[in-house]
């Protein structure tokens, strides 16, 4: 049994929910230029295009549920009586929903907003718009969605690399491996020490990295994992 777990998610843990993920055949990022709707040039060049972009994901995520991989996981932190880190790629926010806590949301929120003028972060549940005004500093026009673009720094890297450098079990779960900084948490799990696997619907950018993997549906093949090691 671990004694310090670090675990990593990606969109493809939320995909059986119903949330689309971006590189897959008919991912976001098939359909979308990345550029226009998460990067801080595209919010400069046409910000009512990305306020309509992250409208339509807030509320999508509102009419869609945890899966038994977001609840394996909840439960894996409830038994599990070590250093215990969850950290999330995803902006959506099912692993709350399903009764996870020590969670980390390195890029962001979109049920949060970041006001570009004063750099307050709320809560936000509804609508935005340039005409929305911030809480804080009541100026329209500078509101935004407290997700990380690309170009921008995510969040709590101190705290993750941290529990990085402690953890002797990695799991990475439904991320392609294709950005970074996430995409190099194996190899500083494993420069620590650290067992490291991956739990991915099929093999990631990064499979090479990892001692073990399993590929299949998260549903499956995350409460399984969940239950061995639980069990062992
Ligand atoms: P991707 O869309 O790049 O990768 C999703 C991964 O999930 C792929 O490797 C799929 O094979 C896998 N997958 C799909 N369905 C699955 C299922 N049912 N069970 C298990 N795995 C499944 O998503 P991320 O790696 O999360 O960032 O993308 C990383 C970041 O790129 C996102 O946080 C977002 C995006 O651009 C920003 O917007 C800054």
């Known amino acids: 049994m671990p004694s310090s777990i670090v675990i990593l998610?990606?969109?493809?843990?939320?995909?059986?929910s119903g949330i689309a993920t971006f590189r897959d055949p008919d991912g976001i990022w098939s359909k979308i230029d990345y550029r226009e709707v998460a990067t801080p040039q595209g919010f400069a060049a046409n910000p009512a295009r990305v306020?309509?972009?992250?409208?339509?994901?807030?509320?999508?995520?509102?009419?869609?549920?945890?899966?038994?991989?977001?609840?394996?996981?909840?439960?894996?932190?409830?038994?599990?009586?070590?250093e215990f880190l969850l950290v999330t790629q995803n902006v959506d926010s099912l692993h709350e929903r399903a009764g996870s806590e020590r969670l980390i949301h390195m890029h962001g929120q979109h049920d949060r907003a970041l006001c570009n003028a004063c750099g307050g972060r709320t809560p936000w549940h509804g609508e935005m718009s340039l005409e929305t005004l911030c809480p804080g500093c009541e100026q329209a026009g500078h509101m935004r969605p407290d997700v990380v673009w690309f170009g921008e720094m995510p969040y709590e890297m101190d705290r993750i690399q941290a529990a990085l450098r402690g953890c002797d079990l990695f799991v990475s779960i439904g991320t392609s491996g294709n950005v970074y900084p996430a995409a190099g948490f194996v190899r500083e799990a494993r420069a620590a020490g650290a067992r490291t696997v991956e739990l991915n619907l099929e093999p990631s950018q990064g499979a090479d990295l990892f001692h073990e993997a399993e590929h299949g549906p998260a549903t499956r093949i995350v409460p399984d994992f969940v239950e061995r090691l639980l069990g062992a």
């Open 9 to 16: 998610t990606g969109a493809g843990i939320s995909a059986e």
């Open 51 to 82: 306020h309509d972009f992250y409208n339509w994901r807030r509320q999508n995520v509102k009419s869609v549920e945890p899966n038994a991989a977001h609840v394996a996981l909840a439960r894996l932190e409830r038994a599990f009586a070590g």
